[in-house]
């Protein structure tokens, strides 16, 4: 196995499943968000609110690059979406895109804890639209994936077993 991405909208599950797929069969797992704010020595709202959008675009452009061999990494939202990041991703590895209905996105980002991480989220009246519109512009992008799994009603093992059996592992 070389890199698996996993990549899709916000609170689709991709850390979670990259955590899981990691402990389970002993592969380095690591976050673009993470790797991000390492970096950059802040976190990721600060990042935004200091610097704005772009440069935290060319931020994960640039930790994308670095990324080792065999590793399971979890892609933040809008990493698909910018630079050619999806097709270097398909080049190094096999490029995931875990699928999820609004509702359940909604559901699961429209929390304090979740807001605190995600500067881009609107307040709760405004989560389904944007959902829906974001997801609009982003998807054709998600869509390049090898492959694409509709997580919205499946287990976390689940999951991880269509992604184990894909990549043979
Ligand atoms: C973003 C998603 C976030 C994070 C940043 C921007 C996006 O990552 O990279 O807040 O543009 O969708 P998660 O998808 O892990 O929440």
New binding site residues.
Partial sequence: MRNVFLT?????G??RIARYISKRYGIVCL???NL?ESRAQCT?REI?EQHGEPY?REL?RQVLHDIPDYAVV??????PCHFDNMEWMRAQGTVFYLKARTEVLAARLDTPESRV????LPDTAQLIPYIEA?LKTREPFYLQADYTIDVSDLSVRDIVKQIIDITGQ
């Fill in positions: 899709g909208f916000m609170g689709s991709k850390s976050e673009t968000d991000i990721i935004f935290f994960e979890s892609t933040g939202g809008g990493l991480k995600r500067p881009l974001t």
